[in-house]
Nanobody
Framework: QVQLVESGGGLVQAGGSLRLSCAASRSIFSISAMGWYRQAPGKQRDFVAQITTRGSTNYADSVKGRFTISRDNAKNTVYLQMNSLKPEDTAVYYC???????WGQGTQVTVSS
């Protein structure tokens, strides 16, 4: 099994930036795709971004051009750089390891207008 721990969330004004981190307990990026999801109160958990084992990325249309997913294999850490944040980006953000279906505990992102 793998444990995932997110960090970097917080309160930011619209138009600002945040960088989320997801630290994995072991080296898994060569065998498992990694993704970011988010969930607002009363809403379903939605896909945000994914990076495959080969390094290919894909994004939800709502964040394309504003968010960037990346990873540091040496640190077993995946990142989500969020720029030009909007109030509708407010949610708890979760890191996900596809191969084993592992989730982090989530980190709160709040964007004020």
């Amino acid at each position: 099994q793998v444990q995932l721990v997110e960090s970097g969330g917080g309160l930011v004004q619209a138009g600002g930036s945040l960088r989320l981190s997801c630290a994995a307990s072991r080296s898994i990026f060569s065998i498992s795709a990694m993704g970011w999801y988010r969930q607002a109160p009363g809403k379903q958990r939605d896909f945000v971004a994914q990076i495959t084992t080969r390094g290919s990325t894909n994004y939800a249309d709502s964040v394309k051009g504003r968010f960037t997913i990346s990873r540091d294999n040496a640190k077993n850490t995946v990142y989500l750089q969020m720029n030009s944040l909007k109030p509708e980006d407010t949610a708890v953000y979760y890191c996900h390891a596809t191969l084993v279906g592992a989730w982090g505990q989530g980190t709160q992102v709040t964007v004020s207008s």
